[in-house]
């Protein structure tokens, strides 16, 4: 959309989107893609859904934590991983840690999902919690990073993380290689990314929408004005994309590759993940279902096209579950 961002560091390519699928080979699941005849009718288009919720620890994010972890040099598994993360990213780092047999340490905002804090100890880290409206993470985790010694894995503004969650639309692409539109759900930008990485090598011709909560169009705006554009913790249910900002290396690649970046409404989320839960028998968490509600919502003629659907993740309380499709 926009020139380069020359001050970014130096940009992952889709060679290291292939790099990484090597190494998640065997550890990731390859995740199916799911159709919906139902919901082919009522777009008049062929949908291709991308079934992220079906990952390890519930969402995409375990692939971008392995990828960056199995890189780890013995000094640095010695000392351990470190990540802020409202949830899925919390528990991708924990987990791949666990597997790789290093420590770590978690800050998480203290009104993170019950489910996804649980989850996050289960796999063995330790959590540290913060007031997401008042604090400031990242400024928490380079503290606690600096004090033990450990490496710092952002959630979304890193090559490897960038690369490995790329591999999910490289997957989907091997299988579907002909699709005319994909839909990415957006907070950070770090799949989006990825999946602008993988879409431009093996669909070049493939338009990539990006799909941000109306609450929270940090990237929206950051495009619009040519640079990032920091807002306040935005509320809204779709918790993973609570994000202020995109980061340096997520914005430059999404602002060179993306088509376009849609808003959803909560209720339309709402709406997406009772479509899931009833037609299609599978739960989503209110940000995995940002994609479906811009393929329905979002305006753009999608009629007679092949389009993809990533659904980024599944883990969502069942009781706030309940209480959402309930509204």
Known sequence: MSTTNTSSPALPTYDDVAAAALRLQGVAHRTPVLTSRTMDEQLGARLFFKCENLQRIGAF???GAYNALSQFTPEQRKGGALAFSSGNHAQAIA???QLLDMPALIVMPEDAPASKMAATRGYGAQVVTYNRFSED???????LAAERGMTLIPPYNHRDVIAGQGTAVMELLQEQPDLDYLFVCLGGGGLLSGSLLAANALAPRCQVIGVEPEAGNDVQQSLRAGHIVPIPTPRTIADGAQTQAPGDITFAIIQQRVSEVLTVSDPQLIESMRFYAERMKIVVEPTGALSLAAAIHGGLPLQGKRVGIVISG????LARFASLLSE
Do not use: L, P, S
Not at 137 to 143: D, F, H, L, T, Y
Not at 314 to 317: A, K
């Open 61 to 63: 994010k375990f692939r």
């Open 95 to 97: 987990h791949a840690a």
């Open 137 to 143: 993470r990242e400024a928490i985790a380079a503290k």
């Open 314 to 317: 599944g883990n969502v309380d």
